[in-house]
């Protein structure tokens, strides 16, 4: 456990006593059972989930009733049988009762602000902007950057994320940077830490590129690891761009109609497939030709957009599929509803649903989403904006062994006719059983593994306290956290 918690780190499963009814695990009927134990310490030993349906997102392999081999990091194969492929000493999870997964992929979220979650619900962009980048940001200490990124990892997990692009604007000194991936880290989650400087330009970019340095040579060494690094921009800044470049780095944006520069950056030869472009509302044609023909990636906020009334009710997702990109999708921050990803596709295929059937009443032409498209969005298209389309996003022999085991048998869930559709309709993260990622277990039977929970809620809620503290405001269940406490 970090130095940023107090106290010894403490196995929040182990010795629970209490075992929530569940279909589709193995093992005994208490607390860390004996396949959960074998999981958690595999030993070299292969792992073969005895899945029902497998909704792979390979083309090669389509979706299919059948097994899922696992050494190691990597997933080995996929298919039915594959027992003696496996061989006696793997550990066998019996999982014929759930649907099994891609690892979902959120393309874009400030991880920093997690325990600013449920600030009020009537926050706007411009009450946002005033609230947590000029009014909390500037007395985040370093252990806010940890608590936040570590709080808002394991409520990733839980919910069936095996990797997030953390948007970190907030980078105020090496310390706070170095906070920030240590709660990544500790949290074991795959995580794509885009670094920016803050946002109100207290930070100068010579310190924040030296900073930048400095994390890099301590935590970055390798590719070959769960953490990656990028950096993040706000407004299109053409020497950030240029850093970026120059340090080969990939570069994560905040794009919408205030930026109006992408034509001299791509002019300039800045702009390049390693971009991602997080929102992309209200954008001209030509810059979501400049887009594509860089090769650059998209993702789309479907909540978040119409909460803070950034310019679209409906994310441009036809936009996007016209140009031949496979957009990401992201939950953006939990200031005003929960970050997770099984309710960010739902809302986008009920928002788009409506949205075509009003193009065509009015005789105009409009294809509705399936979801499988959808679900390719928040895997494949999550994947290509971390610039891991090579290691996760489906489940392909040879890629990483990020996979979630979502229960078919639960109350809200029985009676699947169809695997995209209990997904997408019927589904929520009480229904996520199992995670893994990089073949670890992350959450097992329902529990995330390796994480006293009420520890890290504790020190969240202290971390806030004293935040809002210092702005004025306070939380005593009813007060609107934007207005000034009297």
Known sequence: MSAYLEGEHEDGARGERHRRPQSGTAGEEHGVDAVGEALRRPAGRPILL????????????????????????????VGPGLKDRAGENAIVVDAQEAIAIPGLVDSHLHAWVGQLR?????LDISAYMDLVHRRFAPRYRPDDMYV??????LVALDGGVTTILDNSHNARALEHMTAAVEGLA????RAVHASGPPVDGSVSMADWSRNLEGIRERYFSS???????????????????????????????EMGSHITNLGDLARVGLLTEKHAFNHCITLPDDDWRRIADAGAAVNLCARS????????????????????LVPGLSTDNETVYLSDMLTEMQHLVTLHRGYAFARLAAGEKAAQLTAEQVLRFATVGGAANCGLADRVGSLTPGKQADVVLLRRSDLNTALSTNAFTTLLGFSNRSNVDSVFVAGRVRKWRGRLVDHDVSRVLAAAEASRSRLMNEVGLRADGFHDGVLPDR
């Open 148 to 153: 936040g990124c570590l709080l808002s990892s």
């Open 223 to 253: 590719e070959d690891q769960l953490l990656t690094l990028r950096v993040m921009d706000v407004a299109g800044s053409e020497d950030l761009w240029r850093h970026a470049r120059d340090q080969d780095l990939w570069v994560s944006t």
């Open 186 to 189: 500790e949290a074991g989650i």
């Open 305 to 324: 957009d119409a909460h803070f009334g950034l310019g679209q009710a409906v994310p441009p997702v036809d936009q996007a599929l016209s140009m031949g």
């Open 50 to 77: 005895r899945a029902g349906a497998v909704i792979t997102l390979d083309p090669a392999l389509g979706n299919l009733v059948g097994n899922i081999l696992i050494d190691g990091e990597k997933i080995i194969a």
């Open 118 to 122: 449920g600030l009020s619900s009537d």
